[in-house]
């Protein structure tokens, strides 16, 4: 128990276990509402943005890492990649090219193929549709960091030296591309709906930025199921025994099956980040995974 939970008890409590799925539910009924009256993307966009104004307040009132309140010198850059990776990769291709376009392209998608079980009720289809994606999800993380040719262009996010709300999009576009290709792809050749699409994407986004943020929350039996702020330290460990785990984006299910799930019963480390060398400009860092080898060596001698 941190300094803050002593002071404040009973309330502190409450909001610990509370915060997260209080939050995950008020954006995704918002998001919900928004379908209801035919304007998901302007739901989708105002649940983001309220829920990330929530967490950066939360950040402030409750940190799970007083440490990690320091500035690192990365906002920029964090920005950057965010605007590049995320704003442009992922809300256009996702957001903007299955939501914002769903008028258009409705006639060709309602057309099914595959195995897709459409009579279902819709929760149960986004259900289906996480399981899904999220094994494609899982691999892409996984490979990134399991086969050398990816770390460069994952190890962007990774050289991250505190966890907040405002890196969570600090990703190389190439990064991100792998996972979109492969997470949709496979919603998109089992013949999902364009609506569960949306639903993926959106529930993909939202625990996304939970998952980034220094919040000192609980979770209780959550973890085992979904993907937490208390799974994804571990995750950004040095510690390679704790880092290579837990890929899953959204729920566990995979990291079960494929035995990388892991959560210990003592405090993740507040030294995170990677061993190799990062520069600090967007610019360079944008470049970076296309001079790996070259950088890398230049650095690695310049310290003998």
């Known amino acids: 128990m941190n300094e803050q939970s002593k002071n404040y008890g009973f309330v502190y409590k409450v909001v610990q276990y509370a915060a997260w799925p209080v939050l995950l539910t008020f954006s995704i009924s918002l998001t919900a509402l928004g379908f209801v009256y035919d304007h998901p993307m302007i739901a989708f966009n105002l649940s983001y943005v309220i829920l990330a104004i929530s967490l950066l307040l939360l950040e402030r009132a409750m940190p799970f890492e007083p440490k990690w309140q320091q500035k690192d010198g990365q906002l920029l850059a964090d920005i950057g990649h965010t605007l590049v990776s995320k704003g442009t990769v992922q809300a256009i291709l996702v957001f903007g090219g299955v939501i914002g376009l769903s008028e258009i392209v409705k006639p060709a998608v309602d057309t099914q193929g595959g195995f897709w079980p459409a009579d279902w009720i819709m929760p149960l289809q986004v259900l289906l549709g996480l399981i899904i994606a999220e094994f ?12 050398k040719p990816l770390w460069p262009y994952h190890s962007i996010h990774h050289s991250v030296t505190r966890l907040w ?54 979770f209780g039996p959550l973890s085992y199921l979904f993907n937490t702020p208390e799974l994804h330290r571990w995750h950004h460990s040095k510690d390679l025994r704790e880092g290579d785990k837990n890929y899953c984006e959204n729920i566990m299910i995979w990291d079960h099956v494929f035995r990388s799930y892991y959560n210990a019963d003592y405090r993740p480390p507040s030294d995170i980040g990677i061993k190799e060398y990062m520069p600090e400009r967007f610019r360079e860092q944008l470049v970076l995974p296309f001079r790996w080898k070259k950088v890398q060596a230049g650095y690695n001698s310049k310290k003998l």
């Open 165 to 218: 709300v405002v890196n969570t999009g600090r990703f190389h576009f190439i990064d991100s591309l792998i996972s979109i290709v492969l997470g949709s792809g496979l919603l998109l050749i089992a013949g999902s709906p364009l609506e569960v699409i949306q639903w993926v994407s959106a529930v993909t986004a939202f625990i996304g930025i939970l998952t980034h943020c220094n919040v000192d929350m609980k």
């Open 136 to 147: 494609g999800l899982y691999w892409a993380h996984r490979m990134a960091h399991e086969w």
